[in-house]
């Protein structure tokens, strides 16, 4: 990943920004109530099932502080999700850009939002930020390539604790 411009960082000292068209914010407790139908509606595009139960389980401590990660929310209908990690090949605290959803694609918010997320994640003391795409999906990939992400020859893989 490419090093952020000193403007990005600059941005994350203040908590809002102004997108071209959304002001980028962080979300707290009081934000629970506008996050759950745009996370609704991210896991009916990308067919993910959705139980109110175990997003509200993972998103409530995201809210409450940063030790686990931070949510921004996009004025206008969107959100991003990042959440901390710690590797030895990081050299300490990585990010993982858990979920980014906008409801309006093609107005730059996307790109705004993710901007800021990292920057955000870069003042936090992360290193890297790592994220996964459908592998079908050239569209994304060229998008989060355009911001710095670079394929990696890794394979992910999950099981269930």
Do not use: C
């Not at 890794?154 to 269930?160: E, L, P, R, V």
């Amino acid at each position: 990943m490419t090093s952020l411009p000193a403007t990005i960082l600059e941005a994350a000292v203040t908590r809002d920004i102004l997108a071209p068209m959304a002001v980028i914010r962080r979300a707290g407790m009081p934000d629970r109530d506008e996050l759950m139908p745009l996370i609704r509606e991210f896991y009916a595009v990308d067919r993910h099932e959705f139980d109110p139960d175990r997003v509200a389980r993972g998103l409530d401590p995201l809210l409450a502080d940063d030790t686990h990660g931070q949510v921004w929310l996009a004025g206008d209908g969107g959100y991003a999700v990042v959440t901390w990690g710690w590797s030895l090949e990081s050299g300490g605290r990585e990010a993982l850009l858990d979920e980014i959803y906008v409801r309006d694609r093609g107005r730059g918010v996307g790109r705004e939002l993710l901007s800021h997320a990292m920057a955000a994640a870069a003042k936090a003391g992360a290193t890297r930020m790592f994220l996964e795409t459908e592998a079908h999906n050239e569209r994304v990939r060229a998008f989060y390539a355009s911001l710095g992400f670079a394929h990696e020859d890794s394979t992910w893989m999950s099981a269930d604790l």
